[in-house]
Nanobody
Framework: QVQLVESGGGLVQPGGSLKLSCAAS????????MGWYRQAPGKQRELVAT???????DYVASVKGRFTISRDDLKNTLYLQMNSLKAEDSAVYYC???????????????WGQGTQVTVSS
């Protein structure tokens, strides 16, 4: 069973930093594009950043220059370094990964359970 487990969320003051991690485990053959999404109360889930297998990255405009997405394919882990955090960054952050599982030679999307990020003084 493939699992994605996020960690690193918490409470931080405006202007502070947090680093989120998302570890994938299970019968994984390969991981293609990975991404971070977030959902604030009363709002739709939005894409924050993505990174391809070739380390090509993309960001939503509101986080460009403040957030950095990266991945460690030896550890099957995705990261999101968040700097200069603002109150509007508060949300539950979810990781998503397109994973090829042993015995099923297609990429499928998997989600983590989410980690809460709260930016408040």
């Amino acid at each position: 069973q493939v699992q994605l487990v996020e960690s690193g969320g918490g409470l931080v003051q405006p202007g502070g930093s947090l680093k989120l991690s998302c570890a994938a485990s299970g019968p994984i053959v390969s991981i293609d594009t990975m991404g971070w999404y977030r959902q604030a109360p009363g709002k739709q889930r939005e894409l924050v950043a993505t990174i391809t297998k070739r380390d090509i990255t993309d960001y939503v405009a509101s986080v460009k220059g403040r957030f950095t997405i990266s991945r460690d394919d030896l550890k099957n882990t995705l990261y999101l370094q968040m700097n200069s955090l603002k109150a509007e960054d508060s949300a539950v952050y979810y990781c998503n990964a397109n994973i090829m599982v042993v015995g099923d030679w297609r990429y499928k999307g998997f989600w983590g359970q989410g980690t809460q990020v709260t930016v408040s003084s």
